[in-house]
């Protein structure tokens, strides 16, 4: 039988996959699903440039929702407010005819795919991204001093540099959750959450800003033309061509063409959306918490959203996302940021990230020469790679008898920014190093270089904490979402390096999600003047409690692990004065390369 009761969906598009949710009008998640979405690495760029297409994610958003309302046996009419989060990817749809525009170089011909989008994780504008912080322009401060290459500013600049005129004349541009809500309502309404963060939007009255676009950077960078028409193909200027919301604003009611595409009714209200890590930071801190070693305790009084400026999110997949919300604005080196308005108006976000954390792991484990046979051996036991290595290592440091499994790797040091540092170094160049290797191409070698990974994770976890701290902020706890969670060696190697509890949400693996719903409750609350509830009191109405894990480390191993910070740090530093030093000798020519 189906429910009348008022119910909400999310909608979640990551780099892998589209998931959808329902909750109930408790946050309760009824139904969840999910489906894969297609990723092209073009041939004609040696395979490093990465993109998607609104249209297959639109496919397979629609084939979630029409799941999750299905077995969630809610009838659509109970349906009253739809969230959407995305990654921070572009997307480019012509300003005339609002269709796909390709981003496949070199001669941006669509071959039926509509790949329209470059993804966050495409490096292709490094050259353009240089040229940006060149002009040290004061906007930069907001981005934690440099402007990164996951960022959007370089990737239309980068069009710029190589789409043939004409077509890059019809161009606009959105951030891939904007353009999602565009999809799902018609109109051209921008979030606060995706232009500030990702797109060099200074929000009016921060820092003398007038119009919220900064016409002298634009000039100065080359994309001058942007700024004709008010800045049309951005967005417009908000309140005069334009209208920018923070999350889970009403942005209007679903379309015609849209509620028919997911199965819905017409003009169920559509929020205003979010990029996927802040729709974690939603999901996550508003719980209400007791630090405790119980677990989380409901029956404590509302929070207030003073509490949250304590909790660090930090949103774990592929890559890892660290937000700190404040209530003014706090500067920080390497972490972007300060961002105004994104998710509360009013209210300041800040963001530390590491560019690959679950990918590293993957990475360093698929290369291995023991991999093959350890996975056979980890799916035998019905276990994860994982779970598998994990208890290995336990296993491992009663063999060797050692005082515990970060004795196993105490004299191995492992460095990993392969794919560059996001913070707090905020360079590009950044790479992995390692002192200790040997010849060991054993599962045991493997299982103490799985180690060392996730050793380096929490070690610059603590580096960004640290840095944050230092600026200004006040983080005591790490509230934690994403498939990390599940790594119980991982979390406590975080809870002790940051010497932190770290709080994992009920909904481990569907926390962004969860998030995304929230802001469709939010726009479904809006009144005839358009007013919504604010975000902290549906984050602390709708949030579930979860457990809290406390560092299980003895003093031995604190200070071992402390020694090692020390050794990271080293690391981190010497490897960017080896690099200047080479520099210096062969010339700046080949600095880049």
Known sequence: MSSSADHYIGIDVGTGSARACVIDSTGEIKALASQDIQLWKPTSYGGLHYEQSTTDIWKSICA???????EAKVDPSAIKGIGFDATCSLAVFTHDTDEPVSVTGPDFANDG?????ILWLDHRPLEEATSI???NHNLLRYVGGTMSVEMEIPKVLWLKNNMPAELFDRCKFYDLADALTHMATGTETRSFCSTVCKQGFVPVGVDGSVKGWQEDFYHSIGLGDLVKDDYKRMGGV????????SAGELVGGLSEKAAQDLGLPPDIAVGSGVIDAYAGWIGTVGAKVKLSRDQLDETIPPNDVSQAFTRLASVAGTSTCHLAMSRNPIFVPGVWGPYRDVLMPEFWMAEGGQSATGELMKHMLETHP???ETLKEATSAGKSIYDFLNGH????????KVPSVPHLARHFFFYGDLWGNRSP?????????????????SKDGMAILYYATMEFIALQTRQIVETMNKAGHSISSIFMSGSQCQNDVLVDLIATACDMPVLIPRY?????VHGAAMLGAKAASAGPDGATEPLWNIMDRMSKPGGTVWSQADEAEKMLLAAKYEVFLDQCRTQQEYRKKIDEATGATLASN
């Open 508 to 512: 481990v693996n569907a926390a962004v």
């Open 64 to 70: 979630c929702v029409k799941r999750v309302v299905a």
């Open 113 to 117: 795919d509509d790949r329209n989008v």
């Open 393 to 400: 290592l336990r296993l491992l440091a009663k063999a060797r």
């Open 238 to 245: 908000n309140g005069v061509s334009g209208s920018f919301l």
């Open 133 to 135: 912080n060149n002009t």
């Open 425 to 441: 170094v905020a360079d590009p160049n950044m790479r992995g190093a390692v002192i200790g290797l040997s010849s060991d191409v």
């Open 370 to 372: 023991a991999y093959q």
